[in-house]
């Protein structure tokens, strides 16, 4: 998929032609690390985590940090005693994001789509992720924002600032306009409902000071009914899909150590363009969140091809370097899949996989293609309706599940009746 890719690796590359130009955003940034680690959300404490860490005391430290939140999965279905526990995970993939919205509404179509009770979302993937939580009755929102709007109802380009000084090479304040019309006060409570329920939906960001991800329990954020909550929920979203040097970053405040101060967070895709947990830990860490050890079965929406994509690159400056930038981009979530695949077949979960098909052929060098992304919508929609998922990553031989697993993979699979 080197259309979208290719457009924003372009932007990248002159962007950093002229990185020595200053800034336009005005920062009161943490500098100390140590300090940077304590930084929260006025009045917001507890709504976000680093999901680069690996504690000491896994156990410990889940429940510290669930201590406030509602039982998680408290409504899902159970098998033998046991809880099932369905996550779904959305990647980035810039207008592809056009794939998942399709491959969901297909889904809903074939009358099988589980009430997910994780829900989690990378850039494209964190536009997406709010509606997959809500469930089918926001499919046809869904469908309007990744087929019916041009680019410049999305973005608007500013490349003489962007090159000259400002921070990006285009304003995302119609995107930000259009995030604020669909998600109001009320879809909030919408979100805090499910949340109370013990339904979880996680949003990721890069926090570019302290170059590291952050996880956003945006339940947490919903459960707040203060104006500053609705606008930290629509930050944290145009923040994950926020392509460095071709869109800006976007500020958020903190405190630390009794003073305020800044961060600039931008796409979740540059430190993970897929997770599934929010802490660095094997799955039977959190076993002691429910009465028994659950049963979990991932499902992984790609919202690009996850295969190599043959092309003919012109041999220029630019053209070489963009097509590299997205080839490191393809690789990094290779990576990042595998590691997914290991923990869930460690710890007895079902895997399942889904990407754009390697059969699609058209491409784009627009951000926003409405002809580009309805066809991929489309493509999407009948993928989601024949809900056949790929049990390993592309590339990797499945390994022999285990006991667990294969008990996990006898539950009544969407799809399988």
Request: charged share 20%.
């Amino acid at each position: 998929m080197a259309g979208p890719r290719l457009h924003v690796g372009l932007m990248l590359v002159a962007a950093l032609a002229v990185s020595g130009c200053a800034a336009t955003i005005t920062r009161n940034g943490i500098s100390s690390a140590k300090l940077a680690e304590t930084a929260e959300i006025p009045g917001m404490p507890g709504v976000r985590f680093w999901a680069d860490e690996v504690p000491r005391n896994p156990i410990a430290e889940i429940r510290r940090r669930t201590a406030h939140m509602p039982p998680i999965g408290q409504t899902a279905k159970t098998r033998d005693g046991r809880k099932v526990i369905e996550t779904l995970a959305l990647s980035g993939g810039g207008s592809d994001g056009a794939f998942g919205a399709g491959v969901l509404a297909g889904w809903s179509k074939r009358g099988d789509r589980p009430e997910f009770q994780v829900v989690t979302g990378v850039s494209a993937g964190a536009i997406i992720a709010p509606f997959a939580f809500l469930g089918p009755s926001e499919d046809d929102s869904l469908h309007t924002i990744w087929t019916q709007y041009k680019q410049d109802e999305v973005v608007t380009p500013e490349i003489f600032s962007g090159l000259f000084g400002g921070p990006a090479l285009a304003s995302t304040a119609p995107l930000a306009g259009l995030i604020a019309q669909y998600i109001d006060r009320r879809f909030l409570d919408r979100i805090a409902a499910q949340y109370q329920r013990g339904r979880v939906l996680l949003v990721l960001t890069t926090n570019l000071d302290a170059q590291r991800p952050v996880v956003w329990n945006m339940g947490e954020i919903a459960l707040n009914r203060s104006p500053e909550a609705t606008e930290l929920f629509r930050k944290v979203i145009l923040a994950s899909a926020a392509i460095p040097a071709a869109f800006p970053p976007v500020k958020i405040e903190v405190e630390a150590g009794g003073k305020d101060y800044d961060e600039l967070h931008v796409d979740g895709g540059t430190t993970r363009e897929v997770f599934v947990s929010p802490v660095e830990a094997p799955l039977s860490a959190f076993d002691s969140l429910y009465p028994n050890p659950p049963l979990r079965r991932y499902y992984i929406i790609k919202n690009g091809k996850a295969t190599p994509d043959q092309e003919v690159v012109k041999p220029t400056t630019l053209q070489i370097a963009a097509r590299s930038i997205s080839t490191l981009i393809k690789s990094q979530n290779q990576g990042e899949l595998y590691k997914i695949y290991r923990i869930a077949h460690d710890g007895g979960a079902d895997f399942n996989f889904m990407a754009v098909p390697p059969s699609f052929s058209l491409q784009t060098k627009q951000i926003y293609d409405p002809k580009y992304q309805s066809a991929l919508y489309e493509e999407g929609f009948s993928e989601g309706r024949k809900n056949i998922w790929m049990k390993s990553p592309p590339g990797q031989a499945p390994v022999r599940p285990s006991p667990d697993r294969e008990l996990t993979s006898s539950v009544a699979a969407p799809g399988s009746g």
